[in-house]
């Protein structure tokens, strides 16, 4: 037994007529009769009388059509329960972002957020390992490279702006200062950008942006930073500057999830709000 032939079987009874029933689940009677006949061969009984006039359910039928009728009762509180429950937004939301972002863009912006919905629980994953949204490691990703594989929900929040920086504003030969970059192992835009313009690799190597910053900060040397960290650092001024889009990564599963749409919206519209600051215009 299964809803389908239950489906049909109600549909029958509750109009006692092909036709009628036809024109309610959209099929044609011929299907129904189909149907009908199918489901009363694996009940072992018949279910309904067949005259002119109609189809006249049996005993047999008016007692299965009282147990679907406690079974429909029981599914629709069952999803009514869980909708309902899912739309007070409680909950815990994972999400991984670069940590300068989350440090100095995502959290200074999220108090309004939670006090307005209090029982949504956030956890933030920094770093630079790609998290996998497919995997289930988180349930939002902030991201600088825009994924080509999965199930995703995908959606371009705005642009990041790199410059090269020094702590000085006296600046000498850029091939005589010290340059501080990631580590070797790593590779990412930022890094082949410094290369680029000086033909060599950091004297000064991290693994970690936050490390370079207060490097960069302490004078030891200059570095390519995001703009909206670079604040207060002199700018070396090159023929371009870095330019790398964000993306919000979501799977396709979980948008439609209130809480995590919810999340998922409200990062878009931080974003949006800190679009200067992002792409180096204020």
């Given at each position: ?17 092909l036709?009628r ?10 299907t ?5 006949t199918?489901?009363?061969t ?8 067949r ?7 049996t ?9 679907v009728?406690n ?10 329960n ?5 739309k ?7 999400i991984?972002?670069p ?8 959290l ?13 629980d956030?956890?933030l994953?920094t770093?630079?390992a ?7 490691e988180?349930?939002?990703?902030l ?22 920086y ?6 000498n030969?850029l091939n005589?200062?010290k ?6 192992n ?12 000086t033909g ?10 936050a ?6 900060q302490?004078?030891?040397g200059?570095g390519i930073?995001?703009?909206?960290v670079?604040e207060?650092l002199?700018?070396?001024k090159?023929?371009?500057l ?5 993306w919000?990564?979501?799977h396709?599963?979980n ?11 409200e990062i ?8 200067s ?6």
């Amino acid at each position: 037994m299964n809803w389908d032939d239950l489906r049909f079987f109600t549909a029958v009874v509750q109009h006692q007529s092909l036709s009628r029933a036809s024109k309610d689940l959209g099929v044609s009677p011929q299907t129904i009769s189909r149907k009908i006949t199918a489901f009363e061969t694996k009940l072992g009984t018949a279910l309904f009388i067949r005259h002119p006039r109609g189809y006249k359910p049996t005993i047999d039928a008016m007692s299965l059509i009282d147990e679907v009728k406690n079974a429909e009762k029981t599914l629709t509180t069952l999803q009514n329960n869980f909708i309902n429950k899912s739309k007070k937004f409680s909950g815990v939301v994972r999400i991984a972002t670069p940590e300068l972002i989350a440090t100095e863009i995502l959290l200074p912006s999220l108090k309004q957020f939670l006090d307005r919905y209090p029982e949504v629980d956030i956890e933030l994953i920094t770093g630079r390992a790609s998290i996998g949204i497919a995997k289930g490691e988180a349930d939002i990703a902030l991201r600088l490279v825009r994924p080509e594989q999965g199930a995703l929900t995908i959606k371009k929040v705005g642009v990041m702006s790199s410059c090269l920086y020094s702590i000085s504003s006296d600046i000498n030969e850029l091939n005589k200062l010290k340059l501080i970059g990631w580590d070797s192992n790593i590779d990412l835009p930022s890094s082949r950008w410094l290369k680029k313009i000086t033909g060599r690799e950091p004297n000064l190597k991290f693994n970690n942006l936050a490390a370079q910053k207060v490097a960069i900060q302490s004078g030891l040397g200059v570095g390519i930073l995001p703009c909206f960290v670079a604040e207060g650092l002199t700018e070396i001024k090159q023929p371009y500057l870095l330019e790398e889009a964000l993306w919000l990564v979501t799977h396709a599963s979980n948008i439609s999830t209130p809480r995590i749409r919810l999340v998922y919206d409200e990062i878009a519209d931080i974003i949006s709000k800190n679009s200067s600051r992002l792409n180096g215009s204020s």
